[in-house]
């Protein structure tokens, strides 16, 4: 069965500085789909990005960028310049296309930047 | 993308007693689902919620708790039976399209 770890729980950072979110997954099949959604204190899931395991470019949007890597079967989140805005739950996700397209999810990190 | 949204946004409900949530997109998916997320806690999968037949439940969850109709490729509704305070949790909806899957704002049910 697949499985999606954050080892981080939470993570506390001051405006400006860079972080990275740790995300390591596990499936046997070689056809899937990782995510990263942003839960902000409102509590709507905010799609941040998808990637598929045919393609491990990494991928860069603003401040945010992917670190995709099959070897170690990890898919990380980097934010550069983190503002308090960025203070939110991150959940990265895995999705098989040979198990009906549902999501498993990690645990969640929470971040909290500090102005 | 896909626009989401679901009634009620929010609900106090006594023990006992049933709830059912709705939910909307605003054009044709092929999937969807209903995930409940438990105060602190992580998405949970409760079931898929498939057009024209029954639901296909995940791992400890059954549909006399849950009962989910999806009577067209837009519309859902999951229904919360015989509540109990440990119900409490947020209930979102998502759609699949295209390899992506979005959720709706969520319904979040405190059970007294």
């Known amino acids: 069965a697949q499985k999606v770890t954050q080892a981080q729980t939470e993570i506390s950072v001051v405006e400006k500085e860079d972080v990275t979110l740790d995300c390591v997954y596990e499936t046997r099949d070689t056809t899937y789909y990782l995510f990263w959604y942003k839960q902000p204190p409102s509590g709507e899931l905010v799609f941040l990005i998808r990637?598929?395991?045919?393609?491990?470019q990494n991928e860069i949007s603003g401040r945010y960028s992917w670190n995709f890597q099959k070897s170690t079967s990890s898919f990380n989140f980097t934010i550069t310049a983190s503002q308090v805005v960025d203070s939110a739950v991150y959940f990265c996700?895995?999705?098989?296309?040979?198990?009906?397209?549902?999501?498993?999810f990690g645990g969640g990190t929470r971040l909290m930047v500090k102005p | 993308s896909a626009v989401i949204s679901q009634k009620p946004s929010r609900d106090i409900c006594q023990r006992g007693t049933s709830l059912t949530i709705q939910c909307q997109v605003d054009?044709?998916?092929?999937?969807m689902f209903w995930y409940r997320q438990q105060p602190g806690q992580s998405l949970t999968l409760i079931a898929t919620a498939n057009q024209g037949s029954e639901a296909t439940y995940e791992s400890g969850f059954v549909i006399d708790k849950f009962p989910i109709s999806r009577p067209n490729l837009t519309f859902s509704t999951l229904t919360v039976s015989n509540m109990s305070p440990e119900d409490s949790s947020i209930y979102l909806c998502?759609?699949?399209?295209?390899?992506?899957?979005?959720f709706g704002p969520g319904t979040r049910l405190t059970v007294t």
């Open positions: 998502s759609a699949y399209r295209n390899y992506e899957q979005y």
């Open positions: 054009s044709q998916v092929t999937m």
């Open positions: 996700a895995l999705s098989l296309e040979n198990a009906g397209n549902m999501l498993t």
């Open positions: 990637r598929n395991s045919f393609d491990e």
